[in-house]
């Protein structure tokens, strides 16, 4: 590495660590300028299980027959590949109800620019989202990563507005797969076929939503996710048609032919898809939050999110315009301490009725109490 690249190297480094925490105001106050702001723009959506934030929750699970007991994927002849099935494969038949869910997160608004009553920032978010088995050797069942970048906007500090793209990607963890190919390589019925387990991917989806406060306690808001029409999609069955391969050299349906070893349609070969479908994700919900004391504030609030892959109902051959959206409702209550550095700390409990929070366990719904600790900027 010669002179000039180690130069520029530390020039990059450094500017932003002159800039940290500045401030720069004009005209008395009528524009400013701000890098590295305390709180971003368009706050965290509280009790959504895989928002951007640092939370570390038990999950308690009210019907012990709905935990995580199987891995949904293809089995497919390796003579004739392109036979494949989806079905569900038992890593651990077990029933029992105690999990840890422990997500590291960050809503960081980089640089923000004031006009008036109108405020504009470029944001950045991520996060890693992992669930622990509690009920034996801790077994790690995945882990997801996530990311978001784009800019939010305030006007008269009532109307705040989110756009951007974001990713999320599920993993499985080791553990996990090990006992599912202990159990692959028990069932008899698996002798000549192969297993490729199922991955959750939605690559560099639009984001936009917006969130309204009418009165100083109250917020309403609604956030919508569209997967780009050139975007990595997955599993097969959620593409919808048409979907072009970031690649450029094929569609997603007939990258994932080969990816996924299914043959024609992702319906089956029976219909195409609906051009209704296009694999949106939504949510809106209500938040009331009301100050005690020195202490901080107490909150509540309901969270519902819809997802239209839920009319595949994530098999082969079953998708219908006419199917339902599949739907999850959070709702809980919580208490925000007063924030003395780093982000604002709470203490909450919430109820859940939907997906378990693990991306490649998509397929699995069961209701839970969540109990934790959360931090949010």
């Not at 956030?223 to 990595?232: C, G």
């Not at 925000?336 to 919430?350: P, R, Y």
Request: proline residues 5%; hydrophobic residues 40%.
């Amino acid at each position: 590495m010669n002179k000039k690249t180690v130069a520029l190297i530390l020039c990059a480094c450094m500017l932003p660590c002159m800039l940290f925490a500045a401030g720069y105001s004009w005209l008395d106050g009528l524009i400013g300028l701000e890098v590295i702001p305390s709180v971003p723009l368009f706050d965290d959506i509280k009790f959504d299980p895989l928002s951007m934030s640092t939370s570390l929750r038990y999950l308690h699970f009210l019907d012990e027959s709905a935990v995580p007991k199987t891995v949904r994927g293809i089995k497919y002849n390796p003579g004739d590949s392109q036979n494949g099935e989806y079905v569900d494969v038992v890593f651990n038949n077990k029933n029992r109800n105690g999990f840890l869910n422990m997500k590291l997160g960050l809503n960081q608004g980089l640089i923000r620019m004031t006009i008036g009553p109108v405020k504009a920032e470029v944001n950045l978010q991520g996060g890693l989202n992992t669930i622990f088995d509690l009920n034996g050797g801790s077994t790690a069942l995945g882990f997801d990563g996530m990311y978001q970048f784009g800019v939010n906007m305030s006007v008269f500090d009532f109307v705040d507005l989110t756009f951007g793209m974001h990713h999320f990607s599920g993993h499985l963890g080791d553990e996990l797969l090990e006992d599912m190919n202990d159990s692959i390589a028990s069932d008899p019925s698996f002798v000549g076929y192969r297993f490729q387990p199922l991955e959750y991917v939605r690559d560099n989806s639009w984001v936009f939503g917006v969130s309204v406060s009418p009165l100083s306690f109250l917020r309403v808001y609604g956030i919508a996710a569209l997967p780009r029409k050139s975007s990595w999609v997955r599993p097969y069955v959620h593409v919808p048609e048409g979907t072009l391969s970031p690649s450029g050299n094929d569609t997603m349906q007939e990258h994932s032919d080969n990816q996924e070893h299914v043959q024609d349609s992702h319906n089956a070969a029976m219909t195409a898809y609906d051009d209704s479908y296009k694999a949106w994700d939504i949510q809106t919900g209500l938040e009331i939050s009301v100050p005690i004391w020195s202490v901080g504030s107490i909150y509540a609030g309901a969270n519902l999110q819809l997802h239209q892959d839920g009319q595949t109902k994530h098999m082969l051959g079953e998708y219908s315009k006419d199917n339902p959206w599949e739907w999850e409702i959070n709702a809980g209550v919580g208490i925000a301490l007063n924030k003395t550095g780093g982000g604002t700390l709470s203490i909450e409990a919430f109820y859940h009725n939907g997906r378990i929070p693990l991306l490649n366990m998509f397929y699995n719904r069961a209701e839970y109490l969540s109990f934790g600790i959360n931090i949010a900027e």
